[in-house]
C-alpha cells in the first residue's frame, strides 16, 4: 500500500530495473539522512522552504517500495520511516491539544534543520578539501637540519661530601655509631657543638640533612631526633648570626650556609 | 644588525653579558631556526632556544612582513610559526608533492565537522551525519594527526570529545581553527548550533541549566575555541 | 598571496605565455625550489623546473645576494644550490640540557683522598681507600677539571701522580688545598672518631707528625704547588 505519487505499477521489467536502482542507490548512501537530503534536492527548492510533508511521503514511498520489491533495509532506514510517519500523522491531523510533546510544525522544522545542516558541512568539508594544502599546493622545508641535542650531566658536590668522604675513609675500620647513654636521642648542645665546628666550611648552600651525624640516618627514631636538633641548632646558629638558613617552597629542603660577615 | 651606537660608551661592560642581541640578529636567528625545521615552531621554544632576553615575537613579526611576496612564506599555525612556499608557485613543486591518502566521504565529513563543531563528541557527529561514525574513520583522522582528542563533555557519561589538530591547521594553511572557511556564516545561520531533536529529549523546560539527557551538548563548550 | 608589488606594474598583462616571467617572479622560483627541495638542486634542474625562457643562473645570483648576511645563506654544493644557516647561527641547532647530579661516593672518596695528599698515586689511593679505584672513577674526575695529572713520583715504574686543579678550588670556594680543614678540625666537627686511625697517612703534621705506612706521600711534597 503505497500513497505516494509514484504509486505501484505491474510488476515489470521496469519494476526490476528500479529494484536494481534501490539497491544501488541505498548502496550509496551513507544513513537515511543522506538518502532524504538528496530527496530534497529533487524538490528543486531552497532547503529553507523545502514542503517535509512532501519529502515524508517520498522517503515512506521508497521504503515501501523496498519492501515490495523485498530489499532488506537497514533498520535506521526503517526507524527513520517510522519516525517520518509518526511525523506525517501529525503534520496531516489537527493538532490535538490534550496530546503532549511537540507539534508537527516543531519536528518539521527540526528535520528540515538537520538536512540543511548536513547540506552545510557537505559544503564546508568541500571548500576545506579545495583549500591550497601542505605536500601539494605549498610545501615545507625539503631539507631540514637535524636539531642536535646534546645532553651534558654535570656532578656536584659540596665541601661537606669531600669533608664526610674523608672522614669515612679515615674513620672505616673502627666505624661505628656513636653510643649515648640515651640511645636514640641527639640532644641539642651536641648538635650545636658539632655544626660550630662545620659551619666554617659551609660556604655553599647545603642541605641541612647533610649535617646529621655519621649513622643517624638509618633508624627513623634517632633520624628524627637527629634532624630536630640539627634544625634547632641550625636557628641558634642563624640567632647567633654565624649562619643563613633558606627553604624554596614547603616541604622542600632547609638549606644552610655561614653567613659571610658574621656580626661581632 | 645596527646597534643604536648612543648606549655602547656608557654600558658598564659586564652588562652586555645579559643583554639581549639587536633585533636584526635576532630576526636572523628567527629565521635560521625557521628555516631549519619543517614542523612550525612555537614562540615559547623560540625563546628558549635564543640567547636569554630575545623577543621572538617582536622578532617574527618584522620577519613576516620581510618575506611577503617572496617565494617563502612566514605563515602562522595555532601557536606556532613555519616557513612554507608560496602556494602560487605549486606548479614548480611537482617533484615534491606528497600523495595523501585519499580520504572517504565519510572521512572527511567527519573531519569537517569536528573543525566546525569542535569540541564535539561522536554523538553529536553522528547527529550531524544521520549515520553511526566507524571506529576506522576517527582512527585514520586520529592516525594522520588531523584530530585528538578534547577535554571530556561534562555531561552524564562524562564523553570524550575532539578537536582539530595543529597538522590539521597546516595542512590547510589556517592560522586557527576561527579561520576556517565560512565560520562566520554558517554560525550566524545558526548550523553551529547544537539543536536538539525535540523528540529525542523530554525536556520542555526552556531553561534548565543542564541538559541530563546523555549525549546532548552543553551550548557553553560547544562554542568555546 | 601578494605578489611582489614591485614588479606588478611593468610585467607584461598575458603574452607571459611565451615571455619568460619577470626576474623577480624568477627569484621566487628559485627561493621557493631551493627550500622545498629534499636536495641541493642544479642550475639545469632549475631551469628544467621553471617556465620556458628562464634564466635559474641570474636569478640564483640575485637571490644569494638577498640572502647575503641573513640568518640563512644561498650556499654552492659541488654544481648544485642549496639553502643552509648561516655558520654562525650553528648554536641555535643544538639544544643543551644540563642535568646535575651528586657524584658518586667511589668519585668523592677518590676526591678526598687526592686534595688531602696530593700528589698521590693510584696505589696509593687504593690503599688508602681499600678498594681498587676504577679508571672510570678517575677519568671523570679529570673530565670535569677537577683533578690532574702532577708531577711523576721518583719511585721504581716512576708513577704519575694526581693533584687537584683551581676549577676543584673555586668549586669548593678554597684558596688553596691547605685551607682543607685538617685532621683535629674534622674531628672537633664530629667527623672523625677520637681513635687513632688505622691509616698513617694524615693531611697535617700537627696529629701524626710521623706517618711512615708504605706508599704514604712523602709530607714535604703534599701540598706543593
Not at chain 1, 640516618?217 to 636557628?235: C, K, N, Y
Not at chain 2, 615575537?57 to 616557513?83: N, P, Q
Not at chain 2, 554523538?123 to 571506529?135: H, K, L, P
Not at chain 2, 536538539?196 to 526552556?206: R, V
Amino acid at each position: 500500500m503505497t500513497d505516494a505519487d509514484n504509486s505501484s505499477e505491474p510488476i515489470s521489467v521496469t519494476d526490476r530495473l528500479a529494484a536494481e536502482a534501490l539497491v544501488v542507490d541505498v548502496d550509496g548512501f551513507e544513513g537515511p539522512l543522506d538518502l532524504l537530503l538528496n530527496m530534497a534536492r529533487t524538490q528543486k527548492v531552497d532547503l529553507r522552504k523545502i514542503s517535509v510533508l512532501a519529502l515524508a511521503q517520498q522517503y515512506l514511498a521508497f521504503v515501501e517500495k523496498a519492501k515490495a520489491l523485498r530489499i532488506e533495509l537497514a533498520a535506521d532506514y526503517l526507524v527513520m520511516a517510522a519516525w517520518l510517519a509518526f511525523l506525517k500523522s501529525r503534520l496531516l491531523l489537527p493538532p490535538d491539544p490534550t496530546e503532549e510533546g511537540p507539534s508537527g510544525e516543531d519536528l518539521a522544522a527540526h528535520l528540515a534543520f538537520q538536512l540543511e545542516r548536513l547540506q552545510a558541512m557537505r559544503e564546508a568539508a568541500a571548500r576545506l578539501m579545495a583549500r591550497d594544502r601542505l605536500g601539494r599546493d605549498f610545501f615545507a622545508r625539503g631539507l631540514p637540519e637535524r636539531m642536535e641535542r646534546v645532553r651534558k650531566v654535570q656532578y656536584t658536590a659540596t665541601l661537606l661530601d669531600l669533608m664526610q668522604a674523608y672522614s669515612r675513609i679515615r674513620t672505616r675500620d673502627d666505624f661505628r655509631p656513636f653510643v649515648m647513654d640515651r640511645d636514640s636521642v641527639f640532644t641539642m648542645e651536641q648538635a650545636l657543638d658539632r655544626m660550630r665546628g662545620m659551619i666554617g666550611f659551609a660556604g655553599q648552600w647545603t642541605d641541612i640533612q647533610s649535617y646529621l651525624p655519621e649513622g643517624w640516618d638509618e633508624d627513623p627514631v634517632r633520624w628524627r631526633s637527629a634532624t630536630a636538633a640539627t634544625f634547632a641548632a641550625s636557628l641558634e646558629l642563624v640567632k647567633e648570626g654565624r649562619a643563613e638558613l633558606r627553604q624554596s617552597e614547603t616541604f622542600a629542603p632547609i638549606e644552610l650556609r655561614r653567613k659571610e660577615h658574621p656580626r661581632d | 644588525m645596527t646597534e643604536p651606537s648612543a648606549d655602547s660608551p656608557q654600558r658598564p661592560p659586564r652588562d652586555s653579558l645579559f643583554e639581549a642581541p639587536p633585533m636584526g640578529e635576532q630576526e636572523r636567528m628567527v629565521e635560521a631556526i625557521l628555516f631549519a625545521t619543517a614542523e612550525p615552531v612555537t614562540v615559547r621554544e623560540l625563546e628558549s632556544r635564543m640567547p636569554h632576553g630575545c623577543d621572538p615575537a617582536e622578532a617574527l613579526a618584522h620577519l613576516r612582513k620581510r618575506y611577503e611576496g617572496r617565494g617563502v612564506h612566514l605563515v602562522r599555525v595555532g601557536d606556532a610559526w613555519a616557513m612554507r612556499t608560496a602556494p602560487d608557485l605549486g606548479f614548480l613543486m611537482s617533484r615534491e608533492t606528497v600523495e595523501t591518502r585519499k580520504l572517504s566521504r565519510a572521512a572527511i565529513e567527519t573531519l569537517a565537522i569536528i573543525a566546525y563543531h569542535q569540541p564535539v563528541t561522536r554523538a553529536e557527529i553522528e547527529e550531524i551525519r544521520g549515520v553511526s561514525v566507524s571506529r576506522g574513520t576517527v582512527d585514520q583522522l586520529i592516525e594522520m594527526e588531523w584530530i585528538r582528542f578534547g577535554r571530556r563533555r561534562m555531561t552524564p557519561g562524562r564523553p570524550v570529545t575532539f578537536v582539530v589538530t595543529e597538522g590539521f591547521l597546516d595542512h590547510f594553511g589556517l592560522e586557527n581553527a576561527r579561520d576556517l572557511p565560512g565560520l562566520a556564516e554558517l554560525r550566524a545561520a545558526g548550523l553551529l548550533d547544537n539543536r536538539p531533536s525535540p523528540l529525542g529529549t523530554s525536556h520542555s523546560d526552556e531553561d534548565d541549566p543542564d541538559a541530563e539527557e546523555a549525549g546532548s551538548a552543553d551550548q557553553s563548550e560547544l562554542f568555546e575555541d
